[in-house]
């Protein structure tokens, strides 16, 4: 008998645990709502800017990047987003690695996301590249009221990177906001905390604390790609954001992934080892909450469809990107998406 009990148990931590990408749209508690995030991978139109260092990505750039590479892109993509959350995409995504608005006109425009009707909010950052951070929502069930731009001060001379994108809006009728984030890469990867990751995590975790003084129960969702794993130094101490969900540390953000990342799991792989950077959080006032949006709980997975990912080689199981180096694969991206549920309660 407890062989069956630790069979059962196995089984069920299996389900909850390897990334399952599909799951139901209803529970008997109430519809389900999926919000996701994707670091699309340098999504480049094919047009030099004069203002960005884009030169690589034009047809007569270093990496080729002609309209015919870009046409397969943007149908990569949007097949991606499609795919998750079981309804024709998720009800809001944030994206990174987006070059301008454009991009993502073709990208709502793609088949198969074209009848989901998603809408924007973006604007240009101030990222070398010329790369930006987006959100994407069906307006039949989110609807936003209100969208800033939080400049983050690295303290470095003739340094600038994107901000973090903060969007209040409504869920179905209930209050959110979302916060869309893409930190700077460190300079190598390493486990110490990098003070550019400091800088971004500090002026998030201020602008959670305005709103968590105003508002102890304000429903927060924090999505992005951090470049540092759920049990860095800069994500549990200086975001506060952890892996216990007991509600008593109000202040703190319950990290949805934390756990997929302490059993080995990861969106992205460096030099053949899985790391969970893409992470999506949340307020502890959606942990079990009397009414309002509620954190649906094991929900949090990493969507890695076969068709997404390299079956074979030294490069099994991770992200099919677009390049190695300056090698066209004709992949996706070098990132899974992330993703989570929420409902009404």
């Not at 203002?51 to 002609?66: K, L, V």
């Not at 053949?272 to 942990?287: E, N, W």
């Amino acid at each position: 008998m407890r062989h069956g009990i630790k069979t059962l148990f196995l089984f069920f931590t299996i389900l909850t645990l390897t990334g399952c990408s599909r799951l139901p749209i209803t529970s008997k508690n109430g519809k389900l709502y999926t919000i996701a995030f994707y670091n699309t991978e340098k999504l480049f139109d094919t047009q030099n800017d004069p203002e960005t260092d884009d030169d690589a990505f034009t047809p007569d750039g270093e990496m080729q990047w002609t309209q015919e590479r870009y046409d397969l892109k943007i149908k990569n993509i949007a097949s991606v987003i499609a795919g998750i959350g079981d309804n024709g995409g998720p009800a809001v995504i944030g994206l990174s690695e987006i070059e301008n608005r454009q991009v993502l006109e073709d990208l709502i425009s793609a088949a198969p996301l074209h009848r989901a009707g998603y809408s924007i909010v973006h604007q240009e950052m101030a990222d070398r590249q010329g790369l930006d951070l987006a959100l994407l929502y069906k307006p039949k069930l989110f609807k936003p009221t209100a969208t800033q731009y939080i400049k983050v001060d690295f303290g470095e001379k003739g340094f600038a990177s994107r901000d973090i994108l903060q969007v209040k809006g409504e869920l179905r009728g209930q209050l959110v906001t979302i916060y869309v984030n893409h930190w700077p890469a460190r300079s190598r990867r390493a486990r110490q905390e990098d003070s550019r990751l400091r800088a971004a995590a500090a002026t998030l975790r201020r602008e959670i604390d305005k709103q968590q003084k105003a508002d102890p129960n304000v429903k927060i969702i924090v999505l992005g790609d951090f470049d540092a794993e759920p049990g860095d130094a800069v994500l549990e101490q200086t975001l506060k954001a952890t892996g216990r969900p007991n509600p008593a540390f109000q202040e703190e953000l319950f990290n949805t992934h934390y756990l997929s990342s302490v059993n080995g799991f990861g969106s992205y792989v460096y030099r053949g080892d899985f790391q969970m950077l893409d992470q999506i959080m949340v307020s502890k006032a959606m942990i079990d909450p009397q009414e309002g949006l509620e954190y649906v709980r094991g929900s949090a997975k990493i969507y890695d469809p076969i068709t997404i990912k390299y079956t074979l080689g030294k490069f099994k199981e991770a992200p099919k990107s677009t390049y190695s180096g300056t090698v066209y694969l004709g992949g996706y991206s070098d990132h899974f998406p992330v993703f989570i549920q929420v409902r009404r309660k």
